[in-house]
């Protein structure tokens, strides 16, 4: 007996109506980062593992998908190796190549490669999937689409104020109402890291703070205990985890804390700037917060980083992020390149809509009307009503086998196909359609104008 077929441990399938809704989300974020000025780009699915590993920190280099070398991958590895059994070691000799984690790191890698190509700034943006060996959960999948807009080549806080107002117009486009952009800065947690004297620790603090949501105060505080920093320097940061109020009182706490470091102030400072244009300018349907303790675990953060929460009542992470990176494109080689991005995450994103009931219905329209098969004669005389019809921008079809018509008309019963059209001898001798409603049960017999003002 076969074994039956399934597929890996989170990815998904997706059905006809599924796509349509996906398309319609990919398709309102895409009019949105062509009308904010962001050109596509694509890149491959795979890089070669060294434009990757390193680049995430510890814990994302091991959510990292490696790719096996082709042929005999175990030729490279000699005995001693072998015998070591040290997996970080054997997988550098039989692994060159790795799933991309991100969109970011290819593009930085694209814009090193590309730069004599490239018209500076530049904003780009990439819809593709990417790969995460993660443990699956709700809203949390291996395989999943990353929407990205970035710009590189401006170090002006004016890009950070656009993506601020991306993110609201593109919820605004999807009817979404209640989702709050947080917004904090990499300068802050350094000049926190700073005067709690725990410099040297900075990657373990904002790594451990990243998980305030998932396991609490008390677990971010013991997460940092375990990596050497001392309660001292808990006591002094108690502040960030008590921090309530509007941003005005949140940045306030924020300048007394850094008052003694040069870093801190200036990352405060680009706070203050982003949040009072944000107020200037004002947004359709987002609220912009101030959130102290945001840290986004990514190393490659040096300026404002964002975070995206769907509105309350709707269980589900984070359905956006993202943030400046002063010199990205320097581990690659190409030195001083400012950029600044943010992406928008499909599948949550979908997740959110279906929950709360915001995909409108014409997105999983598809066949508007079915012609029935009647025999070759009339099938031909269908197919050049269908010709006709589809030059007109409607989507028709026709039943492909001369069935029973009581199985044709279930079929497109189940397909919900809104309008059949017979065409038999009748029809045919008087130039004519008869078209059915499906709902009303409704039907008249048409010639081809008036059946395309029909559809129409």
Known sequence: MSKKPSIPKGTRDFSPQEVAKRHYIMDTIKGSFTAFGFQPIETPSFENSETLMGKYGEEGDRLIFKILNSGDYLAK????????????????????????????????????????????????????????????????????????????GSDSLWQEVELVQLYDTVFAKLKLEGVTIKLNNRKILSGIAEVIGETDKLIDFTVALDKLDKIGEEGVKD?????????????????????????????????????????????????????NTVSELKLKTATLEVDVTLARGLNYYTGAIFEVSAPQGVAMGSIGGGGRYDDLTGIFGLKEVSGVGISFGLDR????????????????????????????????????????????GIQAELYPDEAKMGKQMGYADKRDIPFVVLA?????????????????????????????????
């Open 223 to 275: 997460e940092m205990r375990s990596k050497g920093i001392s309660e001292a320097a808990l006591q002094k940061v108690q502040p960030l985890f008590e921090a309530k109020g509007d941003a005005s009182e949140k940045l306030k706490l924020l300048s007394e804390l850094l008052s003694t470091s040069e870093t801190g102030k200036k990352g405060v400072f680009e706070l203050e700037f982003i949040v």
């Open 77 to 152: 590895v000699d005995d001693t190796l072998y015998a070591e059994k040290d997996s970080t070691k054997i997988t550098a000799k039989i692994s060159e190549k790795a799933l991309r984690y991100d969109l970011t790191v290819p593009f930085a890698r694209y814009v090193v490669q590309h730069q004599n190509e490239i018209t500076f700034p530049f904003k780009r943006y990439q819809i593709q999937p990417v790969w995460r060996a993660d443990r699956p959960q709700k809203g949390r999948f291996r395989e999943f689409f990353q929407c990205d807009a970035d710009v590189v």
């Open 424 to 456: 038999g001898e009748t029809e045919m001798e008087d130039g004519k359609y008869t078209l059915k409603n499906m709902k009303s049960g409704e039907q008249d017999q048409l010639d081809f104008d008036a059946l395309l003002k029909a559809l129409k």
């Open 349 to 392: 994103i979908y997740l959110v809509l279906e929950e709360l009931n915001l995909f409108p219905e014409t997105v999983s329209e598809g066949t508007k009307v079915l012609f029935l098969n009647f025999g070759p004669r009339e099938a031909l005389y269908a197919m050049k009503a269908i010709t006709h019809l589809r030059t007109e």
